[in-house]
Nanobody, 125 residues
Framework: QVQLVESGGGLVQAGGSLRLSCAGS????????MGWFRQAPGKEREFIAA????????NYADSVKGRFTISRDNAENTVYVEMNNLKPEDTAVYYC??????????????????WGQGTQVTVSS
């Protein structure tokens, strides 16, 4: 069956860095675009970054542009988000997602087909 498994979350001080990973299985990872979302307590799920099937195009939310970098390794069926200069407002559960619209950077959550279970990122001030 399809699985997306995130890892790499944790507790970090403001200004620090984390790299999240998401390993996909059970589908043809290399043909799907991938995205990262986050959800803070009491808030709606928020798009943060997306990448096309071959990594040729990326898109970022304004709130993370210049601080976060999404990338993928199709040989490893893994997508990453490198998060630098983290702020307390980045605290959330982070989810990866896969969309069959592989050549498009997808912002809308409802266009993603598969989701991971999430990993917690906590940034202390």
């Amino acid at each position: 069956q399809v699985q997306l498994v995130e890892s790499g979350g944790g507790l970090v001080q403001a200004g620090g860095s984390l790299r999240l990973s998401c390993a996909g299985s059970g589908y043809t990872f290399s043909t799907y675009s991938m995205g990262w979302f986050r959800q803070a307590p009491g808030k709606e799920r928020e798009f943060i970054a997306a990448i096309t099937f071959n990594g040729g195009r990326t898109n970022y939310a304004d709130s993370v542009k210049g601080r976060f970098t999404i990338s993928r390794d199709n040989a490893e069926n893994t997508v990453y988000v490198e998060m630098n200069n983290l702020k307390p407002e980045d605290t959330a559960v982070y989810y990866c997602a896969a969309s069959k619209f592989g050549s498009i950077v997808i912002v809308a959550a409802n266009l993603y087909d598969y989701w991971g279970q999430g990993t917690q990122v906590t940034v202390s001030s």
